[in-house]
């Protein structure tokens, strides 16, 4: 009889996987589902009205012409080009540097005291206001050079991206099975052979959403860049000189007492946001394309 039983058992848990579930349940996860849904739409409705509210307002004024010409023509190309040379070099500072110390952290000093305390001090940075990293690059990179620059600018919006890209590595390397690991040592490669060739590869995608947050954020801060670069109406000449930005830009036509450029503060949000989210898609196709391959 129990023989019976037994055998009978996997077609009975065959059976119950085909048994429509109860009421009850029913009704429970569809009404969870529809809340999900409906918390979502809830949730894009702020999202969706700024962008709606900022091409309404600012499609009408753009020019082709204004991508060539300088704030002081109307234009806003010594801004975009501001914006990307300062986010660029904020990105040589704080990318390598923001990869190898997650690398360090998750991956060569677990458990070490060194390692809390990196991650310690990696934490309360970032929530530290930009203002305060506006002002520490001042004291060490304009007083030094007696002179706002790009390169000051840059500085401080390396000091913003740094703990994102510090700690978004280190927990994107956490997320990857230690199967992986063991399976690499398995084969006979290296302790640096598996971390490099084997655990950063497969981290890649997260890795480089941490750098894309990082940019994003980068490349809309004001306050870090009025105490660094401060401002130009005219191209910069160089590195070392006071250099033009999009939010900085933003910031001037607000204050500015003409009603005709305190407008344009539309379009230059249109340009803004074009350009963070240009950023973001060029590398998220450059990163697919390289997993692919």
Same mark, same amino acid.
């Given at each position: 009889?129990?023989?019976?039983?037994?055998?009978?058992?996997?077609?009975?848990?065959?059976?119950?996987?085909?048994?429509?579930?109860?009421?009850?349940?029913?009704?429970?996860?569809?009404?969870?589902?529809?809340?999900?849904?409906?918390?979502?739409?809830?949730?894009?409705?702020?999202?969706?009205?700024?962008?709606?509210?900022?091409?309404?307002?600012?499609?009408?004024?753009?020019?082709?012409?204004?991508?060539?010409?300088?704030?002081?023509?109307?234009?806003?190309?010594?801004?975009?080009?501001?914006?990307?040379?300062?986010?660029?070099?904020?990105?040589?500072?704080?990318?390598?540097?923001?990869?190898?110390?997650?690398?360090?952290?998750?991956?060569?000093?677990?458990?070490?005291?060194?390692?809390?305390?990196?991650?310690?001090?990696?934490?309360?940075?970032?929530?530290?206001? #930009?203002?305060? +990293? =506006?002002? /520490? @690059?001042?004291? !060490? *990179?304009? &007083?030094?050079?007696?002179?706002? #620059?790009?390169? +000051? =600018?840059? /500085? @401080?919006?390396? !000091? *913003?991206? &740094?703990?994102?890209?510090?700690?978004?590595?280190?927990?994107?390397?956490?997320?990857?099975?230690?199967?992986?690991?063991?399976?690499?040592?398995?084969?006979?490669?290296?302790?640096?052979?598996?971390?490099?060739?084997?655990?950063?590869?497969?981290?890649?995608?997260?890795?480089?959403?941490?750098?894309?947050?990082?940019?994003?954020?980068?490349?809309?801060?004001?306050?870090?860049?009025?105490?660094?670069?401060?401002?130009?109406?005219?191209?910069?000449?160089?590195?070392?000189?006071?250099?033009?930005?999009?939010?900085?830009?933003?910031?001037?036509?607000?204050?500015?007492?003409?009603?005709?450029?305190?407008?344009?503060?539309?379009?230059?949000?249109?340009?803004?946001?074009?350009?963070?989210?240009?950023?973001?898609?060029?590398?998220?196709?450059?990163?697919?394309?390289?997993?692919?391959?």
């Amino acid at each position: 009889m129990s023989s019976f039983q037994q055998s009978k058992a996997p077609e009975d848990s065959a059976a119950e996987l085909f048994t429509p579930l109860p009421i009850k349940r029913l009704l429970f996860n569809s009404g969870m589902t529809a809340l999900a849904f409906a918390l979502t739409g809830l949730a894009l409705i702020p999202l969706l009205s700024i962008l709606w509210e900022i091409l309404r307002r600012g499609m009408s004024s753009i020019r082709l012409n204004m991508f060539v010409k300088s704030v002081i023509d109307d234009g806003f190309g010594n801004a975009i080009l501001g914006t990307l040379v300062m986010v660029g070099i904020a990105s040589l500072l704080s990318i390598p540097l923001g990869v190898v110390t997650g690398i360090f952290l998750a991956e060569f000093g677990r458990g070490t005291k060194i390692v809390n305390f990196v991650r310690f001090v990696t934490m309360i940075l970032t929530g530290v206001p #930009s203002i305060i +990293a =506006g002002v /520490f @690059a001042y004291g !060490v *990179i304009v &007083l030094s050079a007696k002179g706002f #620059s790009a390169v +000051a =600018g840059g /500085f @401080a919006l390396a !000091v *913003i991206m &740094l703990p994102i890209i510090v700690l978004t590595t280190e927990e994107t390397l956490k997320l990857i099975p230690n199967d992986q690991r063991l399976a690499s040592a398995a084969l006979g490669a290296t302790r640096f052979q598996t971390i490099f060739r084997v655990i950063v590869p497969a981290a890649i995608p997260g890795i480089t959403t941490g750098v894309l947050l990082a940019v994003a954020r980068a490349a809309g801060e004001t306050a870090p860049l009025l105490f660094t670069a401060l401002f130009s109406l005219d191209w910069s000449q160089d590195l070392f000189s006071p250099t033009a930005s999009m939010s900085v830009l933003i910031f001037n036509l607000y204050n500015d007492p003409s009603p005709e450029r305190n407008r344009l503060i539309w379009t230059a949000s249109i340009i803004l946001l074009t350009l963070v989210v240009a950023i973001n898609l060029s590398s998220r196709f450059l990163t697919q394309k390289r997993i692919k391959s």
